[in-house]
Structures are given as C-alpha cells and as structure tokens.
C-alpha cells in the first residue's frame, strides 16, 4: 500500500523560503515519477514540479523559486521553496505516479499522479 506523509509546511511572510517534505513507503521513488501539486481554496489542483530520474518539470509560476528533489536512501521527495509569493498560499500535496490512470488522478509533466498525501498548508502573508 502506497502511503505518502508531507510535512514542513506553516506560515511564512513573503520572500520567505520553506523546505517540504514526503516521506514514501510502499513505493520506490528510483522507479517512478514523483511530484507535487498545489490546491488554492475554490481552485483546482495543479501541478508545481515533478521529478523522474534526474529530470524535473516546473510550473512556469514557480521557475527560478522552487526546487524539487529526492533522496533516494531515505525515499523522501523535498521541495524547496524560496521568495515565496502571497500567490503561493495553498494546500501542498505530494503525488506519487500511478501505473494506469486512477479516479483522481493529475497530469503533469508527462506523467499520471494517482497516489496522494494528505497535504500541507503553506500560508505566505504580505
């Protein structure tokens, strides 16, 4: 069973960084496409970055500010955050690749997220 569990999300003020977290079991991360989205409140959710072997996706909003990566030891998918906006205040989730697409699954990148976190607030105050 596929279990992911974000964590390091809070309240900065902008210009702030903040580093997420997602610990995986039950997957490997080597094998996969690993990813995180966002969700503002009455918004869909969307794709931030994704990454698969050494190669990693972005969304044009956060290009040049966040950094997705993972430590493969620890299975542990990170993304860094810095000069966070107001606009960047939402629920961050980890997603995970599904082999097969899954009732609510994302796309992004290239790649089919169906396993999720329970999410982590990020609050960015102006």
């Known amino acids: 069973q596929v279990q992911l569990v974000e964590s390091g999300g809070g309240s900065v003020q902008a210009g702030g960084s903040l580093r997420l977290s997602c610990a995986a079991s039950?997957?490997?991360?080597?094998?996969?496409?690993m990813g995180w989205f966002r969700q503002a409140p009455g918004k869909e959710r969307v794709g931030v970055a994704s990454i698969h072997g050494f190669g990693t996706n972005y969304a044009d909003s956060v290009k040049g500010r966040f950094t997705i990566s993972k430590d493969t030891a620890k299975n542990t998918l990170y993304l860094q955050m810095n000069s966070l906006k107001s606009e960047d205040t939402a629920m961050y989730y980890c997603a995970a690749e599904a082999p097969s697409p899954m009732a609510g699954g994302r796309w992004f990148g290239g790649a089919h997220f169906g396993y999720w976190g329970q999410g982590t607030q990020v609050t960015v105050s102006s």
């Open positions: 039950g997957y490997t991360l080597s094998r996969y496409c």
